[in-house]
T-cell receptor, first 114, second 118 residues
Framework: AQSVAQPEDQVNVAEGNPLTVKCTYS??????LFWYVQYPNRGLQFLLK??????LVKGSYGFEAEFNKSQTSFHLKKPSALVSDSALYFC????????????FGKGTRLSVIA | GAVVSQHPSRVICKSGTSVKIECRSL??????MFWYRQFPKQSLMLMAT?????????EQGVEKDKFLINHASLTLSTLTVTSAHPEDSSFYIC??????????????FGAGSRLTVL
């Protein structure tokens, strides 16, 4: 069965500092990995995805994530945080076989303090 | 880019009534749509996979007679919460994946529908 773990409920970071939101996954075979962001009372917005190829994936709003197969991780990073980055971040995984649904982590709330 | 429209964004109803939520893919066709439920401060729980022209596939623990899903066209799926009760109050989010040759297509999400049952 597919699963995603986001070990931190909350991440606090000062504006201008680098940020990391952690994610590890479990899936049969090779994964498709995604990060989504959710603002209050809104749906989810796509940030970036890993399919294959380069392990470092760059996405929207200056975010990037690094796929690490040996550690089954896909941590989200940004070199310099903005207050406007404060939101709820979800990591998600699906297997490459068939039309499998996307499975989400429980989410990590990022708070960037000015 | 792909856009998914969800309506209504907010609905308040009395206990015992039924509520219908619509999910539309505006600029692409989606043979499959997904319905999620999100409780406060919790992750998204997949409720069911909506398949155009066939029955929806429900996740374990989700009552199919309670949450009726209809996917009558390639651009519209509906979720009807029947005989709603206060415990059904939640944030319901639909999503769709644009069909292309790539298996890693991004899910596009609707803005969500907040249901409050009094």
């Amino acid at each position: 069965a597919q699963s995603v773990a986001q070990p931190e409920d909350q991440v606090n970071v000062a504006e201008g500092n680098p940020l990391t939101v952690k994610c590890t996954y479990s899936v049969s075979g090779n994964p498709y990995l995604f990060w989504y962001v959710q603002y209050p009372n809104r749906g989810l917005q796509f940030l970036l995805k890993y399919i294959t190829g380069d392990n470092l994936v760059k996405g929207s709003y200056g975010f990037e994530a690094e796929f690490n197969k040996s550690q089954t991780s896909f941590h989200l990073k940004k070199p310099s945080a903005l207050v406007s980055d404060s939101a709820l971040y979800f990591c998600a995984v699906r297997g490459q076989a068939g039309n499998t649904p996307l499975v989400f982590g429980k989410g990590t709330r990022l708070s960037v303090i000015a | 880019g792909a856009v998914v429209s969800q309506h209504p964004s907010r609905v308040i109803c009395k206990s015992g009534t039924s509520v219908k939520i619509e999910c539309r893919s505006l600029d692409f066709q989606a043979t499959t749509m997904f319905w999620y439920r999100q409780f406060p401060k919790q992750s998204l729980m997949l409720m069911a996979t909506s398949n155009e022209g066939s029955k929806a596939t429900y996740e374990q623990g989700v009552e199919k007679d309670k949450f009726l899903i209809n996917h009558a066209s390639l651009t519209l799926s509906t979720l009807t919460v029947t005989s709603a009760h206060p415990e059904d109050s939640s944030f319901y989010i639909c999503s769709a994946r644009e069909e292309t040759n790539s298996g890693a297509n991004v899910l596009t999400f609707g803005a969500g529908s907040r249901l409050t049952v009094l």
